[in-house]
């Protein structure tokens, strides 16, 4: 690798560890063996690479969760009813929470940093977008090159239900959802009020 993964990989181990808001440049520096001048070299800042390596680090914790029981994308088996498949990724997705509770953790750190840093919004708007598609397609099987629209609302609704259970996770690990806490209200969601 040349300096320029090393920083990313770096960078990514210190988002994990440290978080966003307490990252120096010579935390980075010193977790990838390269030197100061390098970052601005490549990444033109700090906050450039840290943003890049939020963003791949979200993506892993993405691709972590898209393996399927049989080891494919989840969104691959095409016989599966939605609601299986929807509890099917929520069990991957709350069942990851011990092992990528940092990803969790540094995922709330930087949504409550978007509103004061507009070049960390700036730089989430697009891989938001393709991040909800990914929802979209793994949870509820809906292809977006398919039906674009009914991926995007799919994606709108999955997105604001992840960042709820991750809250409740947080929180109160002990009251917070299980994948069949989801699905069965989703179930009463999708029945109404039985008329």
């Known amino acids: 690798m040349g ?3 090393d920083l ?3 960078a990514k181990r210190c988002l994990l560890e440290k978080g966003y808001a307490r990252t120096t440049a010579r935390d980075i520096v010193a977790a990838s ?3 100061l001048a390098s970052i601005g070299y490549h990444y033109g800042s700090k ?3 840290l943003n890049l390596a939020f963003i791949k680090v979200t993506e892993e914790w993405g691709d972590l969760l898209t393996d399927g029981p049989d080891g494919g994308a989840a969104g691959e ?4 009813a939605p609601l299986d498949q929807f509890r099917e990724t929520w069990e991957r997705v709350i069942g990851s929470y011990e092992q990528t509770r940092s990803v969790w953790q540094l995922q709330m750190e930087v949504i409550s940093r978007l509103d004061t840093d ?4 700036k730089a989430l708007a697009g891989p938001q977008r393709e991040g909800r598609n990914g929802l979209a397609e793994n949870m509820l099987g809906i292809d977006p090159e398919t039906d674009p629209e009914k991926a995007r609302v799919a994606g709108l609704f999955c997105q604001a239900l992840l960042a709820g259970v991750m809250v409740q996770w947080m929180m109160d690990r002990d009251s917070a959802p299980s994948a069949q806490d989801l699905t069965d209200g ?3 969601v999708l029945e109404g009020r039985g008329q």
């Open 3 to 5: 300096h320029r993964e």
């Open 8 to 10: 990313l990989e770096g």
């Open 33 to 35: 063996g390269t030197n």
């Open 47 to 49: 906050e450039a690479l």
């Open 77 to 80: 088996d095409v016989t599966r």
């Open 118 to 121: 507009p070049e960390l919004q």
């Open 186 to 188: 989703l179930k009463v």
